[in-house]
């Protein structure tokens, strides 16, 4: 076990949906990343959030957003959902500001039908 | 932005040999480079890093070293064990808000 949480592990749905996914990062860090992996794009960041701010945006589609709450938990919404979204999709957390020695947690598998 | 080119993107060893992963990097700005293992199922681990400051890095089987004048660092196992087996990842960070830059990962095998 990493120390960070993501659920949920599976979610299948269908195309144009809404879904949200849920990372708690390990105790004592402030800085949560998103990523998502694909078999053809390898990890590719999407948005970096630090204590409740955003501190960075990668390749992230308008039809997905994010944010960290105040417990420095944080959702990742996807919504319009097509195909070409299914992948896996993991947080990760770090102590700082910058992200010096990354912990992932296990990932959410997102299926689009 | 940053280029990370990785390489072999399979590798096959027999068990108690040697592995290497090369990655290559196109901004010299570049200052962190860790090093990723990633078993089926699981999210990536960080296994290694290295900073720009120091050339060679060692922890037990697993070392890294970093030319920063060819802009290139390897990630070196010894002595493999079966359950070294996964994918491995580079990655580049060059500093402030900038994102880290993944390679596209190597899916070593180690046969027994």
């Known amino acids: 076990d990493s120390g960070v949480t993501q659920t949920p592990k599976h979610l299948i749905t269908a195309t144009g949906q809404r879904v949200t996914l849920r990372c708690s990062p390990r105790?004592?860090?402030?800085?949560v990343y998103w990523y998502q992996q694909s078999l053809d794009q390898g990890l590719q960041f999407l948005i970096h959030y630090y204590n409740g701010e955003e501190r960075a945006k990668g390749n992230i589609l308008e039809r997905f957003s994010a944010q960290q709450f105040p417990d420095l938990h944080s959702e990742l919404n996807l919504s319009s959902l097509e195909l070409g979204d299914s992948a896996l999709y993991f947080c990760?957390?770090?102590?700082?500001?910058?992200?010096?020695?990354?912990?992932f947690g296990s990932g959410t598998r997102l299926t689009v039908v | 932005g940053e280029n990370v080119e990785q390489h072999p993107s399979t590798l096959s060893v027999q068990e108690g040999d040697s592995a290497v992963i090369k990655c290559t990097y196109s901004d010299s700005a570049s200052n962190y480079f860790p090093w990723y293992k990633q078993e089926l199922g699981k999210g990536p681990q960080l296994i290694i890093d290295?900073?720009?400051?120091?050339g060679e890095k060692k922890d037990q089987r697993i070392a890294v070293t970093l030319n920063k004048t060819a802009k290139h660092f390897s990630l070196h196992i010894t002595e493999t064990q079966p359950e070294d087996s996964a994918v491995y990842f580079c990655?580049?960070?060059?500093?402030?808000?900038?994102?880290?830059?993944f390679g596209t990962g190597t899916k070593l095998q180690v046969i027994p």
């Open positions: 990655a580049v960070y060059s500093g402030g808000y900038q994102k880290v830059t």
């Open positions: 105790s004592g860090d402030l800085s």
């Open positions: 290295i900073r720009s400051n120091v």
């Open positions: 990760a957390s770090s102590g700082q500001d910058i992200p010096y020695g990354y912990t």
